[in-house]
């Protein structure tokens, strides 16, 4: 018994040792900045004075003063409409290269391209893209007789949400796709041909089979999609900087603008914590909508 117990404390040991540098880390660059931050939003403290214990009035002025706050927070929301639009069209592309489709890896390949890309590099392609005068989607446009004159996506209070919703959901589509074509590929065969030895039809084979088996694929693109939404940070301040008008202002580019551009560290803490507890809320949602248990069926 000793010598077992002897050997279960070194085998924890082992285990503690190769945890701790990982542990370390996480603290120091998580946990300890998350709590600084939580701190610091009941502060008034700035680079150039100590800092102050003022209670709720960074969150009081959140709430009732700043009309930029409640903008970028329905704009943050509506921005995850990407989401659930690069799910569903990375889902129909899914289930397009996981049949009998000629060249479906080379079409694989191509959707997955966009991905890897870096997101200030995409923003550019797409501000260019978007571009009045010399636009690729302007010149198209014109070319089929669509418009009479060119469009300022990127200038529009109507039309740059939708235009750099649809920039995030082409850099993340092959993500989505791959995760969902993975999903796809691990649901046995024999629970089709069981259907279609039943006389199912190709609808019910998808809604009463591939959807619930894909439940844990989709939670998971689910909560990627929800993460991406609050922190497009690099996509939103290159094509638009928040712009025209806050129309893009995100929850993340108010939180750099007070933090950076005011000074008010303070402030910015209290919009960040903020963020944080809608994020949880929302993932929280989210897991529900999933059936509460995917990743135990994951």
Sequence with gaps: MSTLLGRQGRQTAMVACFLLPSLAVFLLY???????????????????????????????????????FWTALRNTLVFMSSAPIAIVLALGIALLVNSDLRGAAIYRTIVFLS????????????????????????????????????????????LA?????????????????????????????????????DGAPAWARFWRITVPMLRPSLFLCAVIG?????????????????????????LITWIYKTGFGQSRFDYAAALTVAQFALLLVLTFLAHLASGGNAGERA
Excluded at 45 to 64: T, V
Aim: no cysteine; hydrophobic share 50%; proline share 6%.
């Design 226 to 250: 929800i993460l991406n939404s609050f922190s497009s940070f690099d996509l939103v301040y290159v094509m638009t900087n928040g712009g025209p008008g806050h129309a893009t202002e995100l």
């Design 30 to 68: 998580r946990i300890l900045p998350l709590g600084w931050n939580v701190w610091l939003s009941f502060q008034s403290w700035s680079p150039l004075h100590p800092a102050q214990f003022i209670g709720l009035d960074n969150y009081d002025e959140m709430l009732r003063d700043d009309d930029v």
């Design 115 to 158: 991905y890897p890309l870096m997101t200030v590099a995409v923003a550019i392609i797409w501000r260019w893209m978007y571009d009045e005068r010399g636009g690729l989607i302007n010149f198209v446009l014109r070319r089929l007789g669509l418009v009479d004159k060119p469009l300022a996506f990127l200038q529009s209070f109507d």
């Design 161 to 197: 949400m939708p235009s750099v919703i649809a920039a995030d959901v082409w850099q993340v589509l092959g993500f989505h796709m791959i995760i969902l074509l993975t999903g796809l590929q691990s649901i046995p065969p024999h629970l089709y041909e069981a259907a279609r030895v």
